[in-house]
């Protein structure tokens, strides 16, 4: 599927931002209903986070098992009307009306969802097993380790991998036996999770299919240390003998941090991915457009070279880039998905060389109006400097909402400078700044405008979904049911009628 393909509009929301009943959005009737806002306001595009499980502080680009689904986006209510759950126990307690409860959230959810699982077992028709037991096999690439590693961790009380037992920690083809054996149960409803998430997605995109919107997922660059991915493919990463990482990913100071990003995830061993024939990348992208129409690739840079600080550094200020073999990757990925149907986001410190990778893949890169006024000599980021192979965003999940990002420009000298130069651009008429940056989004050249719900409804820097840098407080913001009204989606779809993008 071709994102650029023609003009196209849509919006960034994640499944946990929109309203439900149970601490969050998730897979059931708020992501329909959302569907239905977007095909009223002439959205062609539903771009989310990654789906995987949440990792540390609730981020999603943290996940222990980057190919699963979370748990978490499981619809109690979807398993409510399939007789797995009853009304009394949906009751939803108070513990969940705030925002940020994603603690009482999970368990709330955990336990219901074994509840279903156990009446599940006791219900099930031969067909329905049957259907179980296809998708178990049709996933088994990816879904065992999955399932395995949950099991072993819930059993070590949560300690890390590196800390389990030497032969399961090297994995000893008999102490995996056992242990799948031990804890049998458990991985099965592990699997059953997987089995839920995969029959309740596969009704939303087909639902969306029918309305003309396509999914954009998101691919994270890196996977967590603590997680089914490294532990099972070991031999990918670059590890010690007790699976310690040798070395960090990051990046180096830039617009987000002084002190550059230390994120802290392993770094590929790229020659031992290459040898194998990026097998695992192959599994992981092959999941990914099971789901999604089209995948945007995180931190595209990494794929051309990756920047890597000693296992004990501080911060990502002292460290060094290495070079990845990206085209070779690419390569294979065209060869056995049949094509690329990718968004690169290059966005941070982009080399010559990164450029020449996206346009030999022939890759929509990515252009955010938040940065494109701070440079008073220019930008490639100004909507009259694009390329039309390109998605223009307002702002990203990792930027302040537009509105919260204009106010705080008249803090200092230099903020005030760039103020001129917003002002200057997008003309003196009295839209609120957001409407106007959406205005010249939509106008460009861009094939595809992105914008982020918050910024659809004029939210200021409270809304914001995530801080670089930061591990509390991300990751929490919802909508409410109210804010996706039939005025605004009109709004929306006359904007996108204007510039053409319905």
């Known amino acids: 599927m071709e994102l650029t393909g023609k003009r196209r509009a849509g919006i960034l929301a994640h499944l946990t931002s929109l309203p439900g009943p149970h601490g969050h959005g998730d897979l059931g009737p708020s992501a329909f209903a959302f569907a239905d806002f977007l095909h009223a306001a002439g959205q062609t595009v539903w771009q989310m ?21 979370s748990a978490w986006l499981v619809s109690l209510d979807v398993l409510k009307r399939d007789g797995l759950l009853t009304a009394r126990e949906l009751a939803t307690p108070k513990a969940l009306a705030g925002r940020e409860r994603l603690l009482a959230s999970q368990a709330f959810r955990e336990e219901r969802l074994r509840r279903a699982h156990a009446r599940y077992l006791t219900r099930r028709t031969k067909a329905e097993q049957r259907r179980f037991d296809q998708f178990v096999q049709a996933q088994d690439a990816w879904l065992r380790d999955h399932s395995l590693f949950a099991a072993l961790k819930l059993a070590h009380g949560g300690a890390p991998w590196t800390e389990w037992d030497a032969a399961l920690r090297t994995r000893n083809p008999a102490a995996l036996r056992r242990a799948q054996a031990a804890h049998d149960s458990e991985v099965a409803y592990r699997h059953w999770v997987q089995f839920e998430f995969d ?22 660059m890196f996977v967590a240390h603590d997680g089914a991915d490294t532990w099972a493919h070991q031999a990918l990463f670059r590890l010690d003998r007790q699976g310690r990482r040798k070395v960090l990913a990051g990046v180096p100071p830039d617009a987000f941090s002084d002190e550059g990003q230390l994120w802290g995830n392993p770094v590929y061993d790229w020659p031992a991915m290459q040898r194998d024939g990026f097998e695992w990348w192959v ?62 986001e290059d966005l941070g410190i982009v080399t010559d060389e990164v450029v020449r990778l996206r346009r030999h ?53 230099e903020g005030k400078q760039e103020k001129r130069r917003v002002d200057a651009y997008v003309g003196p008429s009295p839209e609120p700044i957001e409407q106007k940056l959406m205005r010249a989004a939509y106008a460009s050249v861009a094939a595809l405008a992105i914008v982020p719900l918050q910024d659809v409804l004029g939210l200021g820097n ?23 009204s039939p005025a605004r989606a009109a709004r929306l779809k006359s904007l996108a009628r204007t510039y053409e993008r319905v």
């Open 49 to 69: 986070l990654p789906v995987s499980p949440p990792g540390f502080g609730g981020s999603p680009y943290d996940s222990p098992s980057t190919i699963a689904g």
């Open 199 to 220: 029959a309740q997605w596969r009704n939303l995109a087909e639902y969306c299919r029918e309305r003309g919107i396509l999914l954009l997922g998101d691919v994270p």
């Open 283 to 344: 599994t992981r992208f092959s999941r990914g457009l099971q789901l999604f129409d089209a995948l945007r690739l995180d931190h595209f840079i990494g794929f051309r070279r990756c920047y890597e600080v000693a296992a004990d550094a501080k911060d990502a200020r002292v460290g060094q880039f290495r070079r990845v073999p990206g085209e070779a990757l690419f390569d294979r990925l065209r060869e056995r998905l049949g094509g690329l149907p990718f968004l690169a």
């Open 361 to 413: 893949l022939e890759l929509p890169g990515m252009r955010v109006l938040q940065f494109a006024f701070g440079d008073p000599a220019g930008s490639d980021y100004l909507p009259h400097r694009f390329e039309t192979q390109t998605a223009v965003y307002t702002g990203t999940h990792d930027n302040d909402t537009t509105r919260g990002w204009y106010r705080t420009l008249a803090r200092t000298d």
């Open 462 to 484: 409270s809304a914001r979904m995530n801080v670089p840098g930061t591990s509390k407080g991300n990751w929490q913001w919802r909508c409410e049911r109210r804010d996706l």
